[in-house]
């Protein structure tokens, strides 16, 4: 293997590839970059067990070939290169030689014959959605998957594709997180993926209108995002059924500022955290919502000016669910719907219909 | 007590004097940020052990009174409070109540009564030095003093005033770091001041012309920056007489590119940490200086084009030594004093004398 290549692609290339080099593999093999030069393509895989990290850059190949390299060493070295071109070519005894202007390095490698295949993708199901709205999509719903692994399925985001639209849904019992968008596709589909995955998915995918496709399999999810290709095992079982979960009817609506009341309930939250609980108590009545929380330290009362529509009304929450939601909705102004102090809160954006949060309040005695 | 205050002036002073509350402290009120309001000036402090940092600011006195409050949820609170005039007042059952638009905070305090006193400084030699010069002194000298222990003197920067200069000295028994600037003063004085103290005055220096104003005592040291005093205790114990290890002849000089040199250095050192060892090889010869280093994954090989007058040479060191001195010279062209391969090597800025790095090698035996 022979090759040249600029140094800044190259260093893209490993940053996208090295976002599914976990270190949690017991096979030291996946370790390791795979390397291969064919044609004038330069392609780099990183995967784990989970997920599988693929970007193809455009180099000058003077000699094609295959190896795997020692991921976070390798990066370290072509970070600290000179922004020049640099030469990658393999000498003797298992070793590569990095040249780029007065720097020589050489490393040892190991067998690319030894690196474990890629799954096969069959195509099944396939759509396109802008990198933009999918991001924004998985950052609106990952923080509401289940933390512990009781039950696996719940650690992960639902993707559904149903009636011309992608729906994105994480739950953990507490809170129900739904996002929405339109979709030129007629099939219909449900995967599950998991949602570490997911993450490093929306870290590749960029701020812009450019769309990921994506193409699901029976047993994996692929996004092609640009010259970068994510595959993911999705999560195996049944999804809760959501649709059923969530409330059509309120008593209570509230419209509200989404910053000020943000700021409140975290103003708030301070206090009750001291305590332990993250217990904020929530007050609607006629144009204000009055939040307080208390601990042994002291006790805080905010007071935000909202549109009330329906009944007056007391309920508590764990308030780092409260915020959790706020921060992820976009809009300036959402609506609030209640029924009493111990039914679950649908909050959602008041203009455009994509987003919708389900939150548990918390039972008090003495609300 | 009772009081109006800006916001955002109180944030600054609160993020000053938190610098010195470590939690390392037995004693709890030391946890607590110290308040005093008296005629117009609002007077913080927070202290531990070692080091105490007073700030004082302007406020709208209406009560004069002395309290104190947890730190960290009294800082968290501000810091989360709409930008607008806070009112601060004491109310009943040890609380003190914060108000600000339609936020309502109340928060128990300590009783001032019981914070300790300030160490009562008495002048003795006193001088002035711009913010900028001290702030990167300290930053060219604190990276050396020593990590361990075992002699606890050596944990501190060396404060000297002598012959119109002011010298700080680090050293930790395999380098020393100095720095002089000229002084408007006649005393002659020595003091070591902890690295931990220094660390947190540099950060309350700014990078800007105006003076900090510096007054020994026998078991202090006082800082006047701005409306910011900061009071750190003084290492007991002489310090190593530093003026005759650093050597004043040598056999070959180099004059050489900072940038480069720290470029080669450092990407030989990838290479170099892999096997614990931190070795880097320099070999001088004619107008070339060739950095190598190797470890069971691969080897390094650099070059950086230099001046050469004297002796060729090779020599060996621990990468790190190497990298905290270059990355702490502010001039582009440094000078590197050598004479052995097991003999001291010195570096300095070409330009301006105010700096003179010690670095001992490491002795190698195929070198």
Redesign the interface.
């Known amino acids: 293997m022979k090759l040249l290549i600029n140094k800044n692609s190259l260093l893209e290339a490993i940053s996208n590839v090295q976002k599914a080099i976990t270190g949690k593999s017991t096979l030291p093999i996946l370790q390791g970059i795979y390397i291969n030069a064919y044609k004038n393509t330069l392609t780099l895989i990183g995967s784990d067990i989970d997920v599988c990290i693929e970007t193809k850059i455009d180099a000058e190949i003077l000699e094609e070939g295959s190896i795997v390299v020692?991921s976070r060493?390798f990066g370290?070295?072509i970070r600290?290169?000179?922004n020049a071109e640099i030469e990658i070519s393999t000498i003797d005894n298992n070793?590569i030689e990095l040249n780029c202007q007065?720097?020589?390095?050489?490393?040892?490698h190991m067998d690319a014959s030894e690196y474990p295949l890629l799954p096969t993708i069959t195509e099944d199901t396939i759509f396109s959605i802008s990198q933009k709205t999918l991001k924004n999509m998985i950052k609106g719903t990952i923080f509401a998957v289940a933390q512990d692994e009781t039950r696996p399925i719940l650690t992960g985001v639902l993707f559904e594709v149903k009636d011309r639209k992608l729906n994105l849904v994480a739950l953990d019992g507490f809170r129900v997180a739904f996002r929405s968008e339109q979709l030129d596709c007629n099939d219909n589909k449900e995967a599950v993926i998991p949602g570490k995955t997911l993450n490093e998915v929306s870290k590749i995918l960029e701020d812009k209108d450019e769309n990921v496709e994506i193409t699901f399999t029976n047993n994996h999810i692929l996004f092609n995002i640009g010259n970068t290709k994510v595959i993911s095992r999705l999560l195996e079982g049944e999804f809760i059924k959501y649709a059923s979960i969530i409330p059509q009817e309120y008593k209570t609506k509230v419209i509200v500022n989404k910053n000020e009341i943000l700021?409140?309930i975290?103003?708030a939250s301070?206090?009750a955290k001291?305590g332990n609980t993250n217990l904020v108590k929530l007050e609607i009545v006629d144009d204000n919502l009055i939040v307080t929380s208390n601990s042994?330290?002291?006790?805080?009362?905010?007071?935000?000016n909202i549109i009330l529509q329906g009944e007056s009304l007391k309920i508590a929450f764990n308030s780092k669910y409260l915020i959790d939601v706020f921060k992820n909705i976009e809009e300036e102004e959402i609506i609030m719907e209640l029924s009493s102090s111990v039914a679950p809160c649908v909050v959602k954006n008041k203009e455009v219909n994509n987003c919708t949060y389900l939150l548990l309040p918390v039972r008090v005695l003495n609300n």
């Not at 007065?102 to 040892?108: G, M, P």
């Not at 042994?296 to 935000?304: F, N």
């Open positions: 020692d060493l370290e070295i600290k290169l000179p070793t007065k720097s020589c390095v050489n490393l040892i700021g409140c975290e103003r301070l206090m001291d042994q330290l002291g006790k805080a009362r905010e007071e935000v």
